[in-house]
């Protein structure tokens, strides 16, 4: 399928739709993934249904968590949001022109310095070249890496990277942001500083937050609404609190996971 960009209307009180959207992946059946290397030589290939049907209306403004499960099917979420990955079946429709999505290592050549990595987040965000640079001082003060600033990503680690993007995202006025587990890695010292400064960007602008989560704690902190996946398919939607309590009950009653056979 030729992936399309997603259609933008500026005219409803919704950030992103999704109207009964699947998505698979092809497999081989013995469970590897087709590539160049193996071309012509993969064997039987079956489909892996990662999206199973699912209604999603995110509004305007505030946040919206997704937690689940490795595997459920929320990473795959944000992609569809905001047009990284096309719906097999189904529609998405985006009501922003620069959805903003930050996920560890998505698509971060590792030839490219810290620098030039917040660069290219500001840019895909909406921001040109010159307005980018200005907030530089600022971005890699927020990050708090020093010299490593000017490093190249590959010698990053995992926290490190997430400080150099949450940073940048934090600078460039981003009016639809998704965050995909960013907030699980780094040191307690700054997601505690991520945390305080996305309650401060929800409280004081208009901007639209969806992150996923394993945990439900910084989905009540942060979030009015939550959505829980599992198996591609949403298994709860609603108020925050009340969808983290039956989410959080999934140690003791494991009979709330959906039945995948």
């Known amino acids: 399928m030729t992936e399309q960009p997603l259609p933008v209307h500026d005219d409803s009180g919704l950030a992103v739709e999704l109207i009964d959207v699947h998505k698979h992946y092809e497999r081989l059946a013995n469970g590897g993934i087709p590539s160049l290397r193996n071309l012509g030589r993969e064997g039987r290939k079956a489909e892996h249904w990662v999206i199973n049907g699912v209604n999603i209306s995110i509004p305007r403004g505030g946040a919206t968590g997704i937690v689940g499960l490795n595997g459920a099917g929320k990473s795959t979420l944000l992609r569809l949001m905001c047009g990284v990955t096309a719906p097999s079946r189904g529609q998405v429709i985006c009501h922003y022109a620069n959805p903003c999505l930050l996920a560890l290592g998505a698509g971060v050549p590792n030839v490219l310095t810290g620098r030039e990595y917040a660069t290219t987040l500001g840019i895909l965000a909406g921001l040109d070249k010159t307005e ?109 609190d009340e969808v983290m309590d039956v989410y959080e009950d999934l140690d003791v009653n494991p009979d709330l996971l959906v039945n995948e056979d």
């Open 132 to 240: 980018v640079l200005d907030r530089m001082d600022k971005i890699k003060e927020f990050s708090g890496i020093g010299g490593a600033f000017d490093q190249p990503v590959r010698t990053y680690s995992q926290g490190m990277r997430m400080r150099v993007g949450f940073a940048a995202v934090m600078h460039c006025d981003a009016e639809f942001l998704l965050i995909d587990e960013v907030l699980a890695v780094g040191d307690k010292d700054f997601k505690a500083k991520c945390m305080v400064t996305l309650q401060r960007l929800i409280a004081t602008t208009g901007t639209t937050v969806v992150f996923t989560s394993h945990s439900a704690a910084p989905v009540r902190k942060l979030c009015e609404q939550a959505l829980w996946i599992e198996g591609g398919l949403i298994k709860m939607d609603g108020d925050a």
